[in-house]
């Protein structure tokens, strides 16, 4: 039989690929049950159906596969028909369950795509299901199948002729569809299409869920609105200012509404779409047609800030105007199907009764949907019952089980407030129902710390309590040296209203004092000796303190006050005399314990006030937290001004452990973190992740260590998982997150390996503790949504001194438990789905460097003081953020890893590269030549020099090895040339040396005694030691080949390694160019590369190439540009001809030992391995396997070997990568200053940590529209930006402008000043070939490469153009 | 301009299907002989035919009621 084929549409299209890629999901199934309450004749509704599968073609309708490309075609006859079935005997539950099973069948492609099924459950009522796949229908085509059925039947039991007209051909539709194609406005609209949707940059991410569902299971969660929610519904969609065309376009417009507030809230962006299926249903006859005509387009938000539902509803109603008129049959594509992953489906179509018997349809879900959906949200009404039902389709990989029970009702909250009150924002409703009064219990009683303290004396009066350097305290001897100081305070006139400051360095009289203090029921005031003296000054002033501990060394900083003090090392035998004995002060719950001064946002630090009760809520929680079978043995050796080191400083003295001491050296605390470490006497430690990014990568098997508490600041996981691994393996490492206004901590977890998302989790609340994360409006948002954290409970402070205003504005009332405060935190954070809290970033300008918290206004303030100041702006510059390892993927064509700098990849993972390679792939081809070219330009001068045709570089390996053979074999006199480079190893030694003896030719090492040196500058300069070595080699072999005469080197550079060093796609961009123009510029290049500064220039002799003639003399010849020899035939070759064997000695596919130093630092810094780019060129010249390439990109490095060799060429490995992540920069206006003086000048009044690194000088700083500094601009200069001395000034004028972003391209910049110079930014020879090469191209010059060597700033090159030019008109007029 | 109207909603959008032939009075929206999406393509046939823009304001059922509306609208809008 011959069938009629047809192609698919779009829409088909689109269903017959997920259907490919899903093939045993029932994920487009449309089934329907009818639950007629009435008699049905079995027969006449049998007869009734076979012949509506006569009158609709797509009941006949099968689909197979031709050449690839799937078709339809209709079948004449059907051997399908309907099931009759009996099933009175079950309950209707069962059938339900029975017909749900049936739903999830999978239908044969081949065979009409339907399922009928007649059910009886008892004579008064009976089940029609109905199942028909997506391919060919929609929900008006069950309708108009449904309607009709009932006819047919009706005209059957009547004995009447059908009341019907034909069934109108979905062929129609296919012959429509192609005509409309070809008018012209469909470009316009397929234009119209794209356009919109390239406006859109991040997927939406709803409740902050990143990831793509890899299943098609999903759960169907249903909601229905209620008759009366509904026509309150409809009553606001009929008021003049809500309506559109029709109630039914009003009431899409008010759900798309409610689905974009929605969406807006649990993900936080205002620019995403949605799709919607259009009907499609242009015709009147296609209203009458069965067949999938429905197509899906893309809806659009924009949400501003001050957004009502009104507001949105009238930006919706231009959109799906603007949508209505764009929805044209066969204009939906793939492309614009991955615009969006939720879909709202309003459904206007209605199931009539079934020949007078009242009918119920319920749409039946297969538990399956495209995955490319997160959500589905069905809203119709099929029944006409006036109940509008809302139907949601959720992912389960997306959603897990608790959060798809939710999403309806957040989204309820929605729609609610929507009908309202449709003018009210639409931050009004809360997602979430009020949470019950928060029932905070403290862990235990509360005890004062220093009570609890004293208890310990009693109880452990032997044991060891503090000890320093070679002298120890026990308990006893600890309390009674305290209470000696507490009766010395007494007799100065301290007791519980008073405040005493402690300006002294981390000693045991640092902690003699401040349990005394609190012995005497006074509150200490911690005052770190790094403070500088003004700032001191300002302390001791603002915070009232009647009495100052210091010594000698800090005596200085307090002159200025008239405030009585105790210098501990002046005569302190009156101490001595005090009673051993002291009766502690009952000190009240509220009373204050101490008081601690954090950066603030004026000019002067916010001391904030701390109670006992809450200092004891912490300590009694940490206490049982952290316990282990172990005492505690802590060090103090963080500063004691940071509310950090309030853990370590009371948490083993009243637990029976001990504290050990480790004193300041005078540059930062870093420094004792060692000692702390070499001498393993601790067994806990808290710390801040700057300090373990000092240590990350150190063996700390050994280390005693077995409870780590890591606070202060952004805890990431690549740090947690190194740690992890340099410890052994029953060291526990806790996150520990708390504002000094909260104390200490409040929210904390344990690291587990399961955590993987870059950051740590912070955990969960402490107890006696509570964390509300909040929106602006103070609703309670849901877990995954991001918001503000606000703190409750006994750990609050009582906010700050002297600062009424600040305080009350930071602690507000806890508007769900009013008994409460609540500190405000500023800290975006969101609840996994673990229920821990993940830390996200702040609200506002308080930042955190290494751990210490600032505000950048107090630097900003304190840098106006200064006379050259006029105006200031500084900011936090974070560099290049590095991919956590398990985040990278690789090209799926090269393997080119995703942190390689500016990579772009398209949605078939294919990179960037590959895609442009892909465009000038033929024309990088013609520099490719035949060996025979080569042989005649090798032999061309045979025979000429005097003593050898050409030099081969041999590095032992077997392309080197393999080049050399065949240079041999083309009867050449060679000469092999192997550089020395120390680091050869033994096994490639020896290869070499039986090479050279079996090929029989005379073979030279080079050394120079600077090669260390040279490693290490280009461990500096390139991250990698390959640089500086071939460098080396170019330039040795360059001297011998100019002493013996020899015309030719020849490389054994890959394919690959070309594309690193010489050729860009720049060069191809000519299509006319001369290969010989390509050979010109390479050499222009490589000329200037031995031009540029480094150790070999300043080391080794390079006189030779300020000569042009040497170029001449001596020419380097590529020995794979013309050989194409692939892997397999060349080891067979070198396993058959020359005896080579692959070193074992290396640990990897290499000769040299060192090799493994660069990959190190270049992982470490850069964050991929510096053989990935050139490696991704091999793949792509199909000379390596990305399979290859990747395992050679991933092995490990033995950190240990990496750290010894280092050692031994004298490079300092960085530990402190982490650190320099983020720089503190100050851009200023005014007079230009040194940056010592601004420096010097700030060091008076501010910690060194507040001291900014970079002094920046502007003419005027950006302002953004609003008038504001734009401090997004200021931040996009990278650190060679900021070591410049020059002025920041923005490219002005189309020239400069031009060459700017050029250069913002090639040298990976996010801005550029137009003083900065090329070299100085990392600008190499390759990067001038690139710059020049588009430079020519934009303005059609053919200006040399070396011009931007001579002109290296933007204004200097710009002004070369412009000259250039000018001269040019000149000389034509 | 009234016949040219009618004539593309009875040829394009209705198949000449009405069963009495279209008036320019009969309400087209509410009597649903277009439906929304109808009423967009009619906008965007006016759009190509007369080579103008209706802007969004103007894009309410008091403009386009019935086929005597809109030409009354559109006899405004180009005078």
Redesign the interface.
Known sequence: MKRNYKALTQSQLSIWTGQQLNPEAPLYNMAHSFDIEGFIDNESFKTAFDQLIERAEVLRTVFSVIDGIPVQSIQTGCEKTIEILDFSSKKPKEIKNWMKRRSQINFDFTKPLFDSVLIKVNEQRHFWFLNIHHLVTDATTSTILYKLQVELYKSILEGSTPKIKDVPAFDDYLVYKAVQKKLP?SQTIRDHWKTKIDSLTVPLKIYGKECSATTSLANRVSLKLGVDRSKRLKDLASRSEI????Q??TLFNLFTTAIFTYLHRVSGQQKFAIGAP????????FKRTPGLFIEIFPLLSDFEDKDTFFSVLEKV??ET?DY??N?QPGMSSPELSRSFNVVLNYINVAFPDFNGMPMQSEWIHPEHCDPGHQLRCHVYDMNASGDIEVHFDLNNDVFHESLQNEIPQHFLKVLDALIEDVNQSIYEPSLIDKVSAIDLQPISEFIPIIKQFELQAIQTPDATALSFKNTSYTYQELNQKANQFANYLLTKGINSEKRVAVHLERSPEYIVAVLGILKTGASFIPISSDQPSQRVSYILEDSNCHFILTNNRLVDNITSTQIPYLNLDDDLSSLLHESIEFKCQDSLQDSLAYMIYTSGSTGNPKGVLISNKAICNYLNWAKSYYATKEKFIFPLFTSVGFDLTITSTFLPLITGGELIVYSEADHGPDISLMEVLAQNKVNSIKLTPSHLALIRGADMQHSNIKTMIVGGEDFKVNIAQSIQNSFSEDLRIYNEYGPTEATVGCIAGQYTANHTEASVPIGTSISGMSGLVLDSNYNQVPAGVVGELHLSGFGLAEGYCKLADLTSEKFVTNPFNPEFKMYRTGDLVRLNEFDEFEYLGRVDEQVKLRGFRLELTDVEANLLTHNNVQNTAVVIIENEKVIPEHEVVNCLNCGLPSNYPNTDFDEHGVCHVCNAFEGYKDQAQKYFKSEEELRNILTSQRGKSPNYDCISLLSGGKDSTYILAQLINMGLRVLAFTLDNGYISEQAKENIDRIVSKLEVDHIYGTTEHMNAIFVDSLHRHQNVCNGCFKTIYTLSTQIALAKQIPYVVTGLSRGQFFETRLTEELFWDENADVSTIDDTILEARKLYHQEEDAVKELIDVSMFDYDDTFNKVQFIDFYRYSDVTLDEMLRFLKEKVDWVRPTDTGRSTNCLINQLGIYVHKKEKGYSNYSFPYSWDVRMGHKTRTETLEEINEVIDEKEVKRIADEIGYQVSGESELKQKNLVCYYTGEKTSSAELAKHLKQALPEYMVPSYFKYVEKLPLTKNGKVDKAQLKMLSTSQLDTETPFVAPNGDIEELIGGIWKEVLRLKQVSVHDNFIALGGHSLAAIRVTARINEEIEMKFPLSKIFEFPTIIEYANYIEETLTKLLDEQD | MNEKLIKYISEQLLNNELEDDLEAEDDLLGDGILDSLGMMKLILYIETEYEMKVPPQDMIIENFMTVQHISNYLAKQRS
């Open positions: 406005i309506r559109s065309w029709t039914d376009l259009s009907h499609n249903r242009s015709t009147k006859s109603k231009l105007n209505l008129k929805a």
